[in-house]
């Protein structure tokens, strides 16, 4: 692949106060897209909590394109039910791997991202490095739907033969 980049490893933890589509509960799942490609969590049974901690990886060729993760209800006799979207942009994450730092503390915040109307932040997000690889853990505010949050992780991965971000 003439574009690859490199590889991005999300990481769902879980949900928080997802939206009841069933009776009482519902039984979320995640479905993650960016640039042709398609990835699912597996579902949870009987939650608005779920704790799903599935690792998905994606091969990234263009930065400025967003990770779309929609959230989804199963059902057995009828169509899934979608409980609300979010959107990750990567590119504030990719300014730090661009950074060029080694050798840092463990902990150390690189950079700190805010909740704002053009992300789906609910919180503030940081940037952090963690024994020679950053990490950005993020809090999700998802959209088109009453409530819920989601928690999730990304760490960039530099595979043999990509062209990389720096």
């Given at each position: 692949m003439e574009n690859f980049l490199g590889l991005l490893r999300l990481r769902?933890?879980?949900?928080?106060?997802?939206a009841i589509r069933d009776t009482r509960s519902s039984d979320?799942?995640?479905?993650?897209?960016?640039?042709?490609?398609?990835?699912?969590?597996r579902?949870?049974?009987?939650?608005?909590n779920p704790e799903w901690n599935d690792e998905l990886t994606l091969s990234i060729t263009d930065i400025n394109v967003p990770i779309n993760l929609a959230v989804y209800?199963?059902?057995?006799f009828t169509a899934d039910d979608k409980t609300g979207e979010a959107e990750i942009d990567i590119r504030p994450y990719v300014e730090c791997l661009r950074m060029g730092l080694e050798n840092l503390p463990t902990g150390t915040v690189?950079?700190?991202?805010?909740?704002?109307?053009?992300n789906c932040l609910s919180d503030e997000s940081c940037c952090v490095w963690d024994n020679g690889r950053?990490?950005?853990?993020?809090?999700?505010?998802?959209?088109?739907?009453?409530?819920?949050?989601?928690?999730?992780?990304i760490e960039w991965i530099n595979p043999p033969g990509c062209k990389g971000v720096f």
């Open positions: 769902v933890r879980r949900g928080i106060n997802l979320p799942y995640v479905v993650v897209t960016m640039a042709g490609q398609k990835l699912k969590t579902m949870i049974n009987d939650t608005c209800d199963s059902d057995t690189i950079t700190r991202v805010q909740p704002s109307r053009t950053i990490l950005q853990d993020m809090f999700l505010r998802l959209r088109n739907v009453e409530c819920g949050e989601i928690e999730v992780q």
